[in-house]
Nanobody, 123 residues
Framework: QVQLVESGGGLVQAGGSLRLSCAASGRTFSSNAMGWFRQAPGKERELVAVISWNGQFTKSADSVKGRFTISRDNAKNTLFLQMNSLKPEDTAVYFC????????????????WGQGTQVTVSS
């Protein structure tokens, strides 16, 4: 059974930082794209950042460019999201996802999903 388990969420003041982790089990994602998505209350889920199988290519939402960095450790089957200069509008549930392809820039390419971790940024 494939599992993606996020950790590292929490409550932080505006301007602060958090580092999210996503541990995968049940299969290896070393040949697959992975990504972070988020969903704020009353809004649709949106792409935050995605990374190719080897980490060579990344794509981030305009709203997080320069503040968030996605990375991965294939040896540990783990995905990360370093979030700096957090803003109240970053408040959302953050989801880790794995694709069936080695690159995925669209949500529809992601077949495996974690349960999500809450990030709350206070002003």
């Amino acid at each position: 059974q494939v599992q993606l388990v996020e950790s590292g969420g929490g409550l932080v003041q505006a301007g602060g930082s958090l580092r999210l982790s996503c541990a995968a089990s049940g299969r290896t994602f070393s040949s697959n794209a992975m990504g972070w998505f988020r969903q704020a209350p009353g809004k649709e889920r949106e792409l935050v950042a995605v990374i190719s199988w080897n980490g060579q290519f990344t794509k981030s939402a305009d709203s997080v460019k320069g503040r968030f960095t996605i990375s991965r450790d294939n040896a540990k089957n783990t995905l990360f999201l370093q979030m700096n200069s957090l803003k109240p509008e970053d408040t959302a549930v953050y989801f880790c996802a794995g694709a069936n392809t080695n690159w995925g820039a669209a949500e529809r390419q992601y077949a495996y999903w974690g349960q999500g971790t809450q990030v709350t940024v206070s002003s």
